[in-house]
């Protein structure tokens, strides 16, 4: 696995910001202009912005099933509605516009998803519908056979009562009100270290597809501190049955990072938390065979890569690049 780069601010994402304009409530600007090469050139130069023109960014402008997206719209008078793949979009205020934070369903296959936008201009006016095509690409995700005893694969039936309370805790988590962001940074790693499974594997136990990783294990001592990847609120401080000692924040706009196995807990439920504050120590507890830390992300109500959420740029700095080859930009 490449190094981690905690700390990194990602301003000079690789992640190529998709913009389409909307030309008229009948634009249907992206069904016609491709998606620009991963390759393409960072920092590509921008036409400046038409004033009061609605523009649509896509981040990442190119997604895995499984992968968090972000969806910026600007130009927009009043709150926005809209869909991605068909699931509506939460819009809050966010700089000068407005921004909803989703993901891709880990099933889905590969192919396209449309977005659509759908607001006024100006106060008052018949909305305009922004539209988008986002690449979904074939995610590769790895299976891995494990052989392993009988206890893993089936929770001994006096556990069943303690796990369903797992459950109703995570579900009562995982419910706050949805809130505008609490995190006034792009998110970094809980720790620095190798990473052992990544997000997506698939996992077959004794011959039998089970489950899929829905987090990043990175390695750890036993003891070594596992600090929070954003600001936020600890919403969840628990020993779960499967997940061990865990810590959930939640970090506003529908986003929670978790972490699970932990040998000790040092933060409390209720607590607002920084970016780099520690919230407990690596462990081993849980259903595990070694310590480490499992990092989940959830978006949107989805379990999505921690890897890509830290190449996200919420704080763009300059206009969003506007999609290279694009023929309609120049159109009235
Ligand atoms: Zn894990």
């Keep these: ?15 190529l910001l998709l913009a389409l304009l909307a030309l008229g409530a009948k634009a249907r600007a992206a069904e016609s202009s491709p998606l620009p090469a991963a390759s393409a050139p960072r920092g590509v130069e921008t036409p400046p912005l038409a004033e009061g023109r609605p523009l649509l960014t896509l981040q990442p402008a190119a997604a895995k099933p499984g992968d968090p997206v972000v969806v910026a719209v600007r130009g927009m008078a009043e ?14 205020p966010w700089g000068e516009g407005f921004m909803a934070i989703t993901g891709l369903p880990v099933e889905l296959g590969a192919g396209t998803a449309a977005v659509k936008v759908l607001g006024p201009a100006a106060p008052g006016a018949a909305p305009v ?22 206890k893993y694969v089936e929770p001994p ?15 009562a988590a995982f419910a706050q009100p949805f809130a505008a962001p609490l995190f006034g940074q792009n998110f970094a790693w809980p720790r620095q270290d190798r990473i052992t499974a990544p997000y997506g594997d698939r996992r077959t136990f004794n011959g039998k597809l089970s489950s899929q990783h829905f987090g990043v294990d990175i390695d750890g001592d036993p003891g070594t501190p596992v600090t929070a990847a954003n600001d936020g609120t600890v919403v969840m401080t628990r020993d779960n049955y499967s997940a061990g000692k865990t ?10 990072t978790t972490y699970f196995h932990l040998s000790r807990i040092t933060v409390k439920k209720g607590t607002r938390v920084k970016q780099g504050q520690r919230l407990g120590l690596v462990g081993s507890t849980g ?5 480490h830390l499992h990092w989940g992300v959830k978006a949107d109500d989805l379990w999505v890569d921690g890897e890509v ?23 009235p």
């Design 1 to 15: 696995m490449p190094p981690l780069s905690a700390g990194r601010k990602y301003s000079n994402s690789p992640y």
């Design 79 to 92: 709150l926005p509605s809209g869909t991605l793949g068909g699931r509506p979009l939460r819009f809050f």
């Design 129 to 150: 519908e922004l539209t988008g095509t986002l690449s979904v690409l074939e995610p590769g995700y790895p299976e891995r056979e494990l052989k392993v005893s009988g």
């Design 157 to 171: 039936p006096g556990v069943k009562a303690r796990m369903a309370a797992d459950r109703r805790a995570f579900a």
């Design 247 to 256: 810590v959930i924040v939640h970090h506003g706009a529908g986003l929670y």
């Design 287 to 291: 259903r595990v065979t070694g310590p």
């Design 309 to 331: 959420l830290l190449r996200l740029d919420f704080f763009p700095s300059a206009a969003p690049g506007v999609a290279s080859g694009s023929t309609e930009l120049g159109a």
